[in-house]
């Protein structure tokens, strides 16, 4: 009789979950291993509570999204995807709805759902789960991997599965532990930087911003003067600078030009969808009367933006429309069309969405996620080099690549 291989699984996020159902359902005999008091504290809080689990592109997408090392998790796709994971979550109770952009989330709206869901599928395939205890190390009998050291302990395995996360929102547990373990075995790490953050912007006037959210409005990044990527739809203000789906999209293309003391400068269109001259002769049409120029682009904008536009176009409050110069008018127009905000820095990584850098992807066999350093360890989730944009795209990174490394970590 074969002997029950026994795979231990490390961090009971996204990726720990379906790593240690998948491994228990190929009959492994499977431990996952959690340092908080209860499982997925970081699944809680994503998409708002809500949870976008996923996203309706296809696997080609996917890959292009993951862009430079997209085609590292083709595989990992192509063995468990979006149909897979909604069937897991299917047959747990979860029913799952398609919302714009392509963006998948329970039916019900609350992450707490799909935590549940995935919990009852890992328990029912046997999964035995231990909360409250921290792997501190990884254990190591002569050059083999023999389990893992825990606060006041050590547990056996044949194969250990690093599903840590990254380092970011370290309060739900992700401290980025991963990355000392995997070094601890020879692995290199590639600095963990902020990926979908918030960007702080040099103008003072946002503070008097923070809080407003506009829908349906273009953000373009400008690259030491060059216009580099365009996203369309909700941003946010926040008390130092930019934030929101379209901001935290682009801030993946920006860091690294940050960081590489380039200029960097975020225009937003407020009306994307009417073009300049289109926008021109509406103001023309609609700018007579006995009207002050504030009320009137209350018509426009929210109430707290309209302040803010009176002072970039030198304005005054109470000047009636029908005296706005044709001068004025454009610079309005302007203003609309193109208003812009020089971007000093990004938030800290404690506040990022997702973690860029990590166990480079050129160190983890792509075809089961094991490491090439060390036979019988294996990496699921955000602890790897990767990171995707917003609309699901790092969830289903997390589920499959936790899919297959449980699979192969469970296969003699
Ligand atoms: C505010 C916010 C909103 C988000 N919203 C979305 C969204 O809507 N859609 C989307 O696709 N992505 C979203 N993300 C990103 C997504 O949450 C992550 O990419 C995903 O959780 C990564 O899964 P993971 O399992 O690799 O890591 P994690 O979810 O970080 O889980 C790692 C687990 O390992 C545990 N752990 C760490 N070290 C140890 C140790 N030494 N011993 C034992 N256990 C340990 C941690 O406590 C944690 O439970 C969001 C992220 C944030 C912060």
Same mark, same amino acid.
């Not at 699984?9 to 291993?33: D, E, H, N």
């Not at 970081?42 to 292009?64: D, H, M, P, W, Y």
């Not at 309060?171 to 953050?197: C, I, K």
């Given at each position: ?38 499982? &997925? $504290?970081?699944?809680?809080? /994503? %998409? ?8 309706? @592109? #296809? !696997?080609?997408?996917? +890959? ?101 996360? &990254? $380092?970011?929102?370290?309060? /739900? %547990? ?8 995997? @070094? #601890? !075995?020879?692995?290199? +790490? ?223």
């Amino acid at each position: 009789m074969s002997r029950l291989i026994k795979v231990l699984v490390v961090g009971a996020g996204p990726a720990g979950l379906l790593a240690a159902g998948s491994a228990a359902r190929m009959g492994a005999s499977v431990r996952l291993v959690e340092r908080n008091s209860s499982p &997925g $504290a970081k699944l809680l809080i /994503t %998409g708002k509570g809500r949870c976008n689990i996923s996203n309706t @592109a #296809s !696997v080609k997408e996917f +890959v292009q999204a993951f862009a430079p090392d997209g085609r590292f998790l083709y595989r990992a796709f192509s063995r468990f995807f979006r149909e897979d994971l909604i069937e897991v979550l299917e047959d747990n109770g979860v029913q799952v709805k398609v919302e714009r952009g392509g963006r998948l989330f329970p039916a019900g709206d609350k992450a707490a759902d799909v935590l549940a869901a995935l919990l009852s599928w890992t328990k029912r395939a046997g999964v035995e789960l231990r909360t409250g205890s921290r792997c501190t190390g990884l254990l190591m009998r002569e050059s083999t991997l023999a389990g893992i050291k825990i606060t006041g302990g050590t547990i056996e395995a044949d194969r250990v599965i690093l599903a840590t996360g &990254g $380092a970011s929102y370290p309060r /739900t %547990g992700s401290t980025g532990d991963g990355y000392g373990l995997a @070094a #601890s !075995v020879g692995h290199t +790490v590639a600095v963990p930087t902020p990926s979908l953050v918030p960007l702080v912007a040099q103008e003072r006037f946002v503070r008097d911003l923070e809080g407003i959210s506009l829908r349906n409005v273009r953000a373009t990044a400008i690259l030491n003067g060059h216009a580099s990527a365009s996203e369309t739809g909700e941003m946010v203000f926040t008390a130092d600078g930019l934030s929101g789906p379209i901001i935290l999209t682009l801030s993946r293309l920006v860091v690294p030009h940050l960081a590489a003391g380039e200029d960097v400068v975020i225009s937003i269109d407020l009306k994307p969808a009417i073009p300049e001259q289109e926008l021109e002769q509406r103001l023309i049409r609609e700018m007579i009367g006995r009207q002050t120029i504030k009320s009137y682009l209350r018509t426009l904008l929210p109430a707290r933006l309209v302040p803010v536009f009176m002072m970039l176009c030198k304005l005054d409050a109470d000047k009636m429309i029908s005296h706005v110069s044709a001068e004025e008018r454009r610079g309005l127009m302007h203003q609309l069309k193109d208003l812009r905000f020089v971007i000093s820095s990004v938030r800290p990584l404690d506040e990022a969405i997702v973690t860029a850098g990590g166990i480079p992807t050129k160190e983890i066999d792509p075809l089961t996620m094991e490491s090439r350093l060390l036979p019988g360890l294996y990496f699921a989730g955000e602890v790897i080099d990767i990171d995707g944009p917003t609309g699901g795209y790092n969830l289903q990174a997390a589920f499959s690549t936790g899919w297959l490394a449980g699979m192969s970590a469970a296969s003699t």
